[in-house]
């Protein structure tokens, strides 16, 4: 059974930082890309970051440049350093492979960024 839990979040002021945490547990974490998607109050889930198994990675365009994401396939754990945060990437965040797979969404941690 596959387990996907994050952890990090918090309540941050404008300009903050953070660092997501995703450890995961029951799939072979080497072989699979992985993403970080949010999902804020009445708005549908998106993708925010991906990497591949090789270490390839893409950002959606608002969080370029502020958002990083990176793994560490010896402790099955993805990343997420977030800078420069704004009241706008207020949401739920959550990891899972990508293209993402129904079964595996875990709770999620809550990021509140205060303006």
């Known amino acids: 059974q596959v387990h996907l839990v994050e952890s990090g979040g918090g309540l941050v002021q404008a300009g903050g930082s953070l660092r997501l945490s995703c450890a995961a547990s029951?799939?072979?974490?080497?072989?699979?890309?992985m993403g970080w998607y949010r999902q804020a109050p009445v708005k549908q889930r998106e993708l925010v970051a991906t990497?591949?198994?090789?270490?390839?990675?893409t950002a959606r365009d608002s969080v370029k440049g502020r958002f990083t994401i990176s793994r560490d396939n010896v402790k099955n754990t993805v990343y997420l350093q977030m800078i420069s945060l704004k009241p706008e990437d207020t949401a739920a965040y959550y990891c899972?492979?990508?293209?993402?797979?129904?079964?595996?969404w875990g709770q999620g941690t809550q990021v509140t960024v205060s303006s």
């Open positions: 990497i591949t198994s090789g270490g390839r990675t």
């Open positions: 899972n492979t990508v293209p993402s797979e129904p079964n595996y």
């Open positions: 029951g799939i072979i974490f080497s072989i699979n890309a």
